[in-house]
C-alpha cells in the first residue's frame, strides 16, 4: 500500500522557470515531510524537510509548502537551474511509527536550457 | 567528514544464491536502514538497526535479513536469489538522536543484478 505518492513522473522545465513537485499523502499520522534529489550511480541527497506544525520551509531556492488539510505537499525550486535535472523523491514520517520513512516512487525533472 | 559507504557498487549473482552487502555509516551515527529501489516503485524499506538491534522492518520476505555491529557497520544479506531481487540497494544513515536526524544520508547504492 503506497502511502505516499507522486502522480507526476516527470516534469520538464525551462531554466529560469519554476519546477512545482507535487506529493500526496494517505496517512493522517505522518508528521515530518522530507524532499531527496538523486542524481543517476549516486544515493539519494536530502534536500529540505518539513514539520507537521509548519505549513512552509524555505532554504534557498528550495521551499516546501505543506497543506495538513488535503494531506499534500509540494517542492517549489526558483528559479529552476540545469543542476537541478534529477530524480525527486518525497518522503514522510510519523511518531507512532517509529519515523520509519516512507517514500514516494519518485518525479524525474529535465530542466531545458 | 566520510559519507555512507557501501560495497561491492556492483554485483551479479545467478538465481539460487546468496549475497552479503555492506555499509558504513557516518561517523557518529547510530542507525543504518536498508532500501530497495526498483523503477517506477521509488524506495521500499526493508529494515532500520540501532544500537545492534532491528528496530523497525519492511514488508519483505525472510530471504532479506540484515545485522548490524558494534561499529554500527551494517551487512544486509539475501538469500536464495531470485531474478526480482535485481535492484538498487540503498543505505542510509541517521544520528537518531531527535525527529530532524530522521534526515538520512544514503550511501551511493550497491547494484545487485541477478540472472
Known amino acids: 500500500d503506497q502511502q505516499v505518492k507522486q502522480n507526476s513522473p516527470s516534469l520538464s522545465v525551462q531554466e529560469g522557470r519554476i519546477s512545482i513537485l507535487n506529493c500526496d499523502y494517505t496517512n493522517s499520522m505522518f508528521d515530518y515531510f522530507l524532499w531527496y534529489k538523486k542524481y543517476p550511480a549516486e544515493g539519494p541527497t536530502f534536500l529540505i524537510s518539513i514539520s507537521s506544525i509548519k505549513d512552509k520551509n524555505e532554504d534557498g531556492r528550495f521551499t516546501v509548502f505543506l497543506n495538513k488539510s488535503a494531506k499534500h505537499l509540494s517542492l517549489h525550486i526558483v528559479p529552476s537551474q540545469p543542476g537541478d535535472s534529477a530524480v525527486y523523491f518525497c518522503?514522510?514520517?510519523?511518531?507512532?511509527?517509529?519515523?520509519?520513512?516512507?517514500f514516494g516512487a519518485g518525479t524525474t525533472v529535465t530542466v531545458r536550457a | 567528514k566520510a559519507g555512507v559507504t557501501q560495497t561491492p557498487r556492483y554485483l551479479i549473482k545467478t538465481r539460487g544464491q546468496q549475497v552479503t552487502l555492506s555499509c558504513s555509516p557516518i561517523?557518529?551515527?547510530?542507525?543504518v536502514s536498508w532500501y530497495q529501489q526498483t523503477p517506477g516503485q521509488g524506495l521500499q524499506f526493508l529494515f532500520e538497526y540501532f544500537s545492534e538491534t532491528q528496530r523497525n522492518k519492511g514488508n519483505f520476505p525472510g530471504r532479506f535479513s540484515g545485522r548490524q555491529f558494534s561499529n554500527s557497520r551494517s551487512e544486509m544479506n539475501v538469500s536464495t536469489l531470485e531474478l526480482g531481487d535485481s535492484a538498487l540497494y540503498l543505505c542510509?544513515?541517521?544520528?537518531?538522536?531527535?525527529?530532524?536526524?530522521?534526515?538520512?544520508?544514503f550511501g551511493p547504492g550497491t547494484r545487485l543484478t541477478v540472472t
Open positions: 518522503a514522510a514520517s510519523a511518531r507512532s511509527n517509529d519515523y520509519k520513512l516512507s
Open positions: 542510509a544513515s541517521s544520528w537518531r538522536g531527535s525527529q530532524r536526524s530522521y534526515e538520512q544520508y
Open positions: 561517523s557518529g551515527h547510530r542507525s
